[in-house]
């Protein structure tokens, strides 16, 4: 499966990274506003303005989502993108100006670059500035660039993770994308026949049985509390409102339920956001159904196109493309 968020009608993706410390962000944006919900598996999450997004709230359309590194700090990124948005006129319209409706997810990348260094709003400005529909590189790219996986058993066996996306074909125009960064606790398999494509691997980049050698780690390892983090964006061109939307986010974590293991642990902030752009008469159960199967291809792409980086190996690298 191919495809990206671009090929949903007014959906634009931007990305920026310090490719020496190792860490960045990416940035979706809506031309006209979306429709959006969101929801939250993972325990230990770094979001923000995820509770404008409950379907009893008042704001109905978002300008633009963020997916960033940097832990807690990379939520900063979003404020660059709302002084971008704020430049453009964009916003909701408060009767004193407009404020740019922007919410965030962030990943725990700070164990593999330079912890010093995060996606701030200079970054996230920039993502915005850079933001097009053309195709763009999955692997290691804006927040996939500090992304890694396969870490129960600790951080010196882990693998590379990376951003992925698709885009699968409904009924009567129906499309719906998905782009996500995968930096799981876990190891990602092939939803199709369950084979083990990236985790744990030793030295000779051989894949590791990380569920058995964690399960044997003195009756249960220890896991570092939010080091990891699965975050992405459904995209789709659904005439839905926003308790729909809800309900789409949260059958898409279905995707992540078939192609990572574990998943939605005590040491993820494992979130989806799913939007829309209006246009087509659809069933949330069909766009839901299609929302797990674009974000469990996504996270295969984003992984299989992971490059090795500060000695971790990726996927691509290894020549398991």
């Known amino acids: 499966m191919a495809g990206s968020l671009c090929d949903i009608p007014d959906v634009s993706v931007g990305h920026a990274q310090d490719a020496e410390a190792q860490t960045g962000c990416s940035v979706v944006l809506f031309g006209q506003g979306a429709v959006c919900g969101v929801d939250v598996r993972g325990a230990a999450p770094g979001t923000r303005e995820t509770d404008l997004l ?32 704020e430049e453009q006129g964009r916003g909701f319209e408060t009767g004193y100006g407009r404020v740019p409706i922007v919410p965030a997810a962030v990943i725990f990348d ?21 933001a097009s529909r053309a195709p763009f590189a999955s692997g290691n790219t804006g927040a996939g660039v500090g992304a890694t996986l396969g870490k129960m058993i600790g951080i010196s066996r882990a693998m590379k993770g990376g951003i992925g996306s698709a885009c699968v074909a409904g009924p009567g125009g129906l499309r719906v994308a998905a782009m996500v960064v995968v930096n799981a606790l876990g190891e990602v398999r092939d939803p199709d026949n369950g084979q083990r494509l990236a985790g744990a691997c030793d030295e000779q980049g051989q894949l590791l049985d990380l569920p058995s050698l964690a399960l044997r780690a003195e009756g249960g390892a220890e896991f570092s509390s939010g080091a990891n983090t699965t975050i992405g964006v459904v995209c789709c061109n659904a005439r839905l409102d926003k308790t729909a939307m809800t309900k789409v986010a949260q059958m898409a974590h279905d995707g992540l339920a078939r192609t990572i293991w574990p998943v939605h642990t005590m040491s993820d902030g494992d979130t989806l956001f799913a939007a829309t752009t209006d246009g087509v008469a659809a069933s949330v159960t069909i766009v839901g159904m299609l929302a797990a199967q674009a974000v469990a291809s996504a996270v295969i792409d984003g992984v299989s196109s992971a490059h090795s980086a500060r000695g971790v190996p990726g996927l691509a690298t290894l020549g398991g493309e």
Not at 59 to 71: F, H
Not at 110 to 130: H, I, S, T
């Open 54 to 85: 409950n379907p009893v709230n008042a704001v109905q359309k978002v300008d633009a989502l963020v997916l960033s590194g940097g832990s807690a700090f990379g939520l900063d990124a979003a404020s660059g993108v709302m002084r971008w948005l």
């Open 110 to 130: 700070l164990n593999f670059g330079d912890p010093r260094v995060r996606p701030d709003a200079a970054m996230g400005y920039r993502a915005a500035q850079l």
